[in-house]
């Protein structure tokens, strides 16, 4: 049993700033990638950023060079920074993490809402 929990969302202005963390918990001996993903209304759910256990890192477009996401100290944390948000930022952010042999687990997600 793997358990996801998400915490951080808000609101927040633009230019403003959030930090978003995530901690997976349960039958993990390690990861393959943790993730961030977002969902706006009546959107896919695309990726944001996504960090692998070596550290290697990965972003959209569109977020590269405000978010920032890295590895917690404790196991299994990940956190996002996200800074000079906009309103397109606004979405539910969902924590991901693969831990190999095509298992994934997602988290409730957490509103991030950026008013202009």
């Known amino acids: 049993q793997v358990r996801v929990v998400e915490s951080g969302g808000g609101l927040v202005q633009t230019g403003g700033s959030l930090r978003l963390s995530c901690a997976a918990s349960g039958s993990i001996l390690t990861f393959n990638t943790m993730g961030w993903y977002r969902q706006a209304p009546g959107k896919q759910r695309d990726l944001v950023a996504a960090?692998?256990?070596?550290?290697?890192?990965d972003y959209a477009d569109s977020v590269k060079g405000r978010f920032t996401i890295a590895r917690g100290n404790a196991k299994n944390t990940v956190y996002l920074q996200m800074d000079s948000l906009k309103p397109e930022d606004t979405a539910v952010y969902y924590c991901?993490?693969?831990?190999?042999?095509?298992?994934?687990?997602w988290g409730q997600g957490t509103q991030v809402t950026v008013s202009s």
């Open positions: 960090i692998t256990r070596g550290g290697v890192t």
């Open positions: 991901n993490i693969n831990i190999g042999n095509n298992r994934e687990y």
